[in-house]
């Protein structure tokens, strides 16, 4: 999950709501800029955050009963991610597995499991980019795109934008380009300089839940509190 304090509780929103809102930011890239095997880019981007824990026992909760903003890392959840993903595809596979790569690599060498996991991930990509005939940089240029709509996602899933319409830098793009956004003052629209998108203008959405309860005793209890709310849907659109 992705948890913010609010004046009355927590603002809630499912990972893999931000993977659906990334998917809607992917949906409009250039069209010919987009990479490879389109459909099952797209389908990474949905489900690069799956295999998440189930609401049992206090999987989603810190000691203190509040809800867990990003869980912390499992072997078993980055397994089951990449499982997902391959039965769907071995090029939706190759996507996510490295994005796993990308989020864990870093932390080679504090923990055997990962160690494992890691360099099955290395020898997955090899065999899954052999089997599809293409060459690394044309694998890497779809998970540039990937990784750059997963970190705008979170821009605006956690509310980062700065105000005065100062500008942030979202990542760099899968040609290599540094991206950057801002809000407007007057509409509250977002501009993305240089703009990668096909249409001029166009709106993403997120379902965000309003709690009202600062503690939970365990999962269950988040989980109810979580579905006996209304959806509080939170639009932005891009305008270039």
Known sequence: MIVRPSSQGWEIIHQQAHGLLA??????WQISQRPLHWPETLTALLEHDDGQHPFEGRNHLSEAGAPLSFEPYSVDQCRSMVDIALRKSRWNALMVSHH????YESMRGQDKAL?????????????????????????????????????L???LCRQELPPEARQLEISKGPDGTHHFIH?????????????????????????????????????????????DVPVDLREWTFRK
């Open 100 to 103: 796993a790569t990308f989020l």
């Open 23 to 28: 998917y809607q930011i992917a949906a409009n």
């Open 153 to 155: 996602s979170l821009i």
């Open 115 to 151: 160690d494992t996991f890691l360099d099955q991930q290395k020898d997955n990509q090899k065999k899954w980019r052999k089997g599809y005939g293409v060459i690394q940089r044309d694998v890497l240029y779809a998970y540039d795109l990937v990784q750059w709509c997963d970190a």
């Open 183 to 227: 809000q407007r003052a007057d509409d509250e629209s977002l501009c993305v300089s240089p703009w990668p998108f096909e249409a001029n203008e166009f709106s993403v959405h997120v379902e965000v839940y309003l709690v009202n309860q600062l503690q939970f005793r365990d999962d269950t209890e988040l989980y109810n509190a979580i579905n």
